[in-house]
């Protein structure tokens, strides 16, 4: 169980990453739209960001949420059996990648 995080870009709803109590914020790069933290940033400054629950948030408070989610940081953390820990960060097996210390999936549709 997790949140997850869109923009609205034209009308249509982007999924652009997920928060869970089992591992690190996973980013969604859309089939690689976004390459890197920079053009990340570039994308998701000019949009307001909602949660599932329709709840809004400036993408500066989204992105700050985000990067301090790390549940090693709890004494009573356990590693799911579904995940891998890769420098310090908690990977599940649906995603795939580490970009600029961004837990990636290059998939769109892991929600």
Known sequence: MGTNYFVFVEGEK???GKRSG????????QNNKYHDLS?????????DIYDE??????????????????PTNRPDFVL??????????VI???????IDGLCVSKNAYFR
Do not use: Q, R
């Open 22 to 29: 089992g591992w690190s914020f996973v980013w969604n790069f």
């Open 14 to 16: 982007v999924h652009i």
């Open 92 to 98: 599940n097996e649906k995603y795939n990648d580490i």
């Open 39 to 47: 053009s990340l940033l570039n994308f998701i400054s000019l949009h």
């Open 80 to 89: 799911p059996e579904c995940a891998t820990l890769i420098n310090g960060l």
């Open 53 to 70: 629950d329709s709840n809004t948030m400036t993408w500066y408070h989204f992105f700050s949420m985000a990067m301090n989610w790390n």
